[in-house]
């Protein structure tokens, strides 16, 4: 008889037929219909598993071909990550305009209604490399692709709608200090750490961004639930040639949602693909992400009024100076053939635009409008990477540009040059449908300067941290204790409570008693007096959730002898509210009481309720007992308590809830009162926060 592993693996090399047999033969072999393996150059292989030797016990053949070919493939199979926002998932889907623009703009796609165009979205962590987990503290990339047929637009933004620097000269320079230090090789996806900590306390314009950074909106509960911002000022262009300044906004349909750092923190361990999990789940499910997007219109004129310079990136316009109109909705139904010919080719360029959209004077965007083409050079190899099909225009494209390193296209004719003469049928530039840049008036001396309309650095800072609800508050308080903290550098912590002096005093008091100074240094005197902007509550995460359970995941803890009915009525209504159910049990079958043997969708120890956003338990008493002495279902209600979850628990979970230290509150109520335990779970249980960690 074969043993096991003689089954599993053919040995066709050992096999004299093999070698004189044809594809067709093959294929029967393997018992299949699918095509033979080939190599690159369309030779069928006869033997996958066996490389070419002398003898049996002899040296490998130089002579080994296949096997050269396959090795000298896989050795070449990495391309360089991107040098930002490595980390990043994406998926296909369409974009349609509701609200038609044409009065701003002679841009098909924000003029024509109800047409489909294919979109392509990354979003990414920004400064960990590509294999780093999901859920640090750290802003997200939103950048979309948009198919449209007048040529490809990218609007490559960000979850946060400022940036930490005015002027692109300054990118490197905070890149290198975000990332890994460079001695040591660490901290991977992380800003805790001195190096970051000291180029922020000596750049006072980076001080709107940490509020935004330190807020909940660095660790979002899932990538559905972030908003999208183009940060800059681009221009709209109508066909009088008259332009309108522009901010794009994309808004997700299900409301935003965070996570509470100790939950995100260990998320990273339970799970470091979670965002990714829940986006491809979502996809997988028919639950597609959707987003709303929205434009904040203003004249120059209007411009010229705001108490800050729009074209400088750490400012934002609040939705309550410049209201925010809805034109559109993109919704993301695909996920990627291939990983890496997609998400990972994908080549973002925010120069991408269609004629009716024009940049602004933006300093920080005039800097990218180079960097992303040339990146792209060397992350994909060289000048013809707008060839992968990913990045290909989906209407058509002609130009003279010829040759080059992976040249795909055979171009037929004799002229690859312009004026010409003898080839009528070569693509020419058109006046009419070609792109103009919008008419802009310019005078002045050229110098390295910044213009004194960007040197107010402390009065959004101010204006965000005062608008967050009171816990935001604590949160991001708290969020500045933690990363401080972990400064080794005296003068560095000091250095930044400085700053937030000048932001806050009640902040800097918080953040200083959180690091137990004795005293706080001095407040760094602001370039030109700070302003008491009005307040904006459309800023917080918190009060502007939506009352939905879309999205969101409920767990389920089941035993041997569970009842069957009390879980299928809670699947039911809980799946009716919109979010996704999943079974966990210590083991992954389980009889229920009427003996049904079911299979759970995780075991108990390798699915914490960290990755859930309400847990319901539906266990027998003598089951329940026994879990009291399993590390794993106390730290499952714990944490579920611990990150303010709802809770149902059945009578014998009041026991391990007992043994987890916990007093019930009015966010843990019986399996039987689901509707209640649904409108619990819509939210966190803030009212339990005080009483379980002590925030800044
Ligand atoms: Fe980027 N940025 N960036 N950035 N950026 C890149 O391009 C750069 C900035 C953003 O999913 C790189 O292809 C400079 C702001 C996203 O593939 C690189 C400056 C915003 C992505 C680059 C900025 C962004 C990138 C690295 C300052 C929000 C990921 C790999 C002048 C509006 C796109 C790559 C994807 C990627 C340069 C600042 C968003 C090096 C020089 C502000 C979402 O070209």
Request: proline content about 8%.
């Given at each position: 008889m074969q043993s096991r592993k003689e089954k599993s693996?053919?040995?066709?090399?050992?096999n004299v037929k093999n070698e004189k047999g044809n594809a067709g033969e093959l294929q029967q072999q393997a018992g299949g219909s699918h095509p033979v393996i080939t190599t690159q150059q369309g030779l069928a292989i006869s033997d996958n598993q066996n490389s070419l030797r002398s003898t049996p016990h002899g040296p490998t053949l130089l002579e080994d071909f296949v096997l050269r070919e396959k090795i000298t493939h896989f050795d070449h199979e990495r391309i360089p990550e991107?040098?930002?926002?490595?980390r990043g998932t994406g998926a296909h889907g369409f974009f349609e305009l509701t609200k038609s623009l044409s009065k701003y703009t002679t841009a098909k796609i924000l003029t024509e209604k109800n047409v489909q165009t294919p979109v392509f979205c990354r979003f990414s962590t920004v400064?960990?490399?590509?294999?780093?987990?999901?859920?640090?503290r750290d802003v997200r990339g939103f950048a979309v692709k948009l198919y449209t047929q007048e040529g490809n637009w990218d609007l490559?933004?960000?979850?946060?709608?400022?940036?930490?620097?005015?002027?692109?000269?300054?990118f490197p320079d905070l890149v290198h200090a975000v990332k890994m230090e460079p001695d040591r090789?660490?901290?991977?996806?992380?800003?805790?750490?001195d190096t970051f900590w000291d180029f922020i306390s000596l750049m006072p314009e980076s001080m709107h961004m940490i509020m935004w950074a330190m807020s909940?909106?660095?660790?979002?509960?899932?990538?559905?639930m972030i908003e999208g911002f183009g940060i800059h000022s681009f221009r709209l262009v109508n066909k009088e040639g008259v332009s309108t300044f522009v901010k794009f906004h994309w808004r997700p349909k299900i409301g935003l949602q965070s996570t509470i750092w100790d939950e995100a923190v260990k998320i990273a361990g339970a799970d470091p693909d979670f965002h990714r999990r829940d986006f491809f789940e979502a996809i997988q499910n028919g639950d597609f992400p959707e987003w709303e997007l929205g434009v904040q219109l203003f004249t120059e004129e209007e411009a010229a009024?705001?108490?800050?310079?729009?074209?400088?990136?750490t400012k934002l316009i609040p939705e309550e100076l410049v209201p925010l109109q809805i034109i559109g909705r993109m919704v993301l139904n695909r996920w990627p053939d291939s990983f890496f010919a997609e998400t990972e080719q994908v080549a973002f360029c925010p120069a991408n635009i269609v004629p009716g959209i024009d940049f602004s004077e933006d300093p920080l965007l005039q800097g990218r409008l180079f960097s992303y083409l040339d990146t792209q050079l060397i992350r994909l190899g060289?000048?013809?990477?707008?060839?992968i099909p990913i990045n290909a225009p989906k209407c058509p494209f002609h130009n003279l540009q010829r040759d080059g390193h992976m040249q795909t296209q055979i171009y037929k004719g004799r002229t690859a040059y312009?004026?010409?003469?003898?080839?009528?049928?070569k693509p020419r530039a058109s006046q009419k449908t070609g792109f103009h840049s919008a008419s802009v008036h310019a005078e002045g001396v050229k110098s390295r300067i910044r213009a004194?309309?960007?040197?107010?650095?402390y009065s959004q800072a101010r204006m965000f941290y005062r608008s967050q609800s009171e816990i935001e508050q604590a949160h991001l308080a708290s969020a500045l204790v933690f990363e401080l903290s972990k400064v080794e550098t005296e003068h560095v912590r000091l250095a930044v409570v400085s700053q937030l002096r000048t932001i806050d005093e009640s902040l800097a008091k918080r953040v200083g008693d959180g690091l137990g100074l004795k005293s706080l240094p001095d407040a760094i005197a602001p370039a030109v007096p700070v302003q008491d902007l009005d307040l904006s509550p459309?800023?917080?995460i918190i009060d502007r959730?939506?009352?939905?359970?879309?999205g969101r995941t409920i767990g389920i803890l089941i035993a041997d002898g569970s009842n069957a009915e009390s879980i299928e009525g809670i699947k039911t209504a809980v799946e009716q509210a919109g979010a996704m159910v999943k079974l966990v049990a210590q083991k992954r079958g389980v009889t229920l009481d009427n003996g049904t043997y079911v299979t759970a969708d995780g075991q108990l120890a390798g699915t914490p309720?960290?990755?859930?956003?309400g847990v319901v338990s539906i266990l027998p008493m003598d089951e329940a007992e026994k879990l009291i002495f399993e590390a794993a279902a106390v730290d499952w209600f714990r944490d579920a308590f611990g990150h303010l979850k709802a809770i149902a628990a059945c009578k014998g979970t009041h026991k391990i809830l007992t043994a987890a230290g916990i007093t019930p509150d009015a966010g843990i109520v019986a399996p039987e009162d689901i509707q209640s335990f649904i409108a619990l779970a819509?939210?966190?249980?803030?009212?339990r926060e005080p009483k379980v960690r002590t925030l800044a």
């Open positions: 693996i053919p040995r066709t090399g050992n991107r040098v930002v926002h490595a400064a960990g490399g590509s294999g780093s987990i999901d859920t640090p490559v933004g960000n979850n946060i709608p400022v940036f930490f620097i005015q002027d692109a000269m300054k090789g660490f901290p991977q996806a992380a800003t805790a750490h909940d909106r660095a660790i979002p509960r899932s990538l559905r009024t705001f108490p800050f310079d729009h074209l400088d990136s060289g000048p013809n990477f707008t060839q312009e004026p010409q003469s003898l080839e009528e049928d004194d309309s960007f040197a107010d650095h459309a800023l917080r959730m939506k009352d939905t359970l879309d309720s960290i990755v859930f956003d819509k939210t966190r249980q803030w009212e």
